[in-house]
């Protein structure tokens, strides 16, 4: 089985590693700065020199692209690689997108002859790594069940949960809530310093309440460490909240907190904070009130 991955960042990189270790699978990988590229070559990984070059012959083709104009680019632009892909092959985008770019995808996919799910994950770096993603996979059950092996080795769960764009559907509500949830947390736990609460003891106590996120426990080690390196970066929060935003817009359904959310990462990345994990936004916070 020939396998494609294109698009090596924080977590395509790791999802693609994870592909490394069927020996029944050979792995192509592209992404379009050369250091990730790389250091899969050296695990055993083939290199292309394009996403076009990536995918000749490949069975399943996977992306891992920041957002839709990327993805728009790099699969239908003058080097678009779905042009160069074998016909019947499976093409599988695990980027984030709204749910009618995602149906654009399917529909230009099937009209080239090639079949197509989406299959965007959740968790962030630390389970990508250790292949224990939720893949929400929106798609036909057969072209998934073809793909199932490859996305066991990167995944600990799969949800189909509909057709083509359903999948995009069911992380913009995943990412709704975790956006508005480390929000949430953030402002309670600096008002509780407010009040005389150490930091250390409102993280140590906070994320173990039965009304917070448990993914809270890992954000509160982050927090009281000071350690924002990316495990989601901050500016990609940022882009989802505007996908969320539009899909919202395009289904008539308002979002007030969810806008309310998008405005104060628009406003925490534009102050610089983007690139780090979007926990950050507790620093940013706390800086606004400082200010």
């Known amino acids: 089985m020939k396998v494609a991955f294109i698009g090596l960042g924080i977590m395509g990189s790791r999802m693609a590693r994870n592909l490394l270790n069927d020996p029944s699978l050979t792995v192509t990988v592209f992404n379009r700065s050369d250091e990730p590229v790389r250091a899969l070559e050296k695990a ?26 990327v993805v728009e680019e790099v699969a239908f ?31 230009r996919a099937n009209t080239a002859g090639i079949r197509f799910i989406d299959g965007p994950v959740a968790g962030t770096r630390m389970p990508a790594e250790t292949g224990e993603l939720t893949f929400l996979l929106g798609g036909e059950a057969a072209d998934i069940d073809s793909a199932r092996s490859q996305l066991e080795q ?27 949830s480390m929000l949430a947390y953030s402002e309670t736990a600096l008002l509780g310093e407010k009040l005389g609460f150490s930091r250390e003891f409102l993280m140590d106590t906070l994320p173990e309440l039965p009304v917070s996120a448990p993914f809270l426990k890992g954000k509160a080690q982050l927090i009281r460490d000071r350690d924002y390196e990316a495990q989601f970066p901050l500016e990609l929060m940022h882009k989802d909240l505007h996908l969320l935003d539009l899909t919202a817009y395009e289904e008539n359904q308002p979002l007030f907190l969810a806008s309310l959310a998008k405005a104060v990462y628009g406003r925490a990345t534009a102050h610089g904070r983007g690139r780090d994990d979007f926990a950050a936004i507790y620093d940013f916070l706390d800086g606004q009130q400082s200010g």
């Not at 996403?51 to 957002?67: G, I, P, Q």
């Not at 499976?90 to 654009?104: D, E, G, I, K």
């Not at 990167?154 to 508005?180: C, E, R």
């Open 44 to 69: 055993g990984a083939q290199r292309a020199d394009s996403a076009a070059e990536a995918v000749a012959n490949a069975d399943v083709v996977y992306t891992m692209l920041a957002s839709p104009e």
């Open 154 to 180: 990167m995944g600990s769960k799969i949800l189909h949960v509909g057709p083509a764009g359903q999948g995009s559907a069911f992380k913009m509500l995943v990412n709704a809530l975790l956006a508005q």
């Open 77 to 107: 632009g003058k080097q678009g690689f779905v042009a160069a892909m074998a016909p019947n092959a499976l093409w599988v985008n695990c980027s984030t997108v709204n749910p009618s770019f995602t149906r654009y995808c399917a529909d």
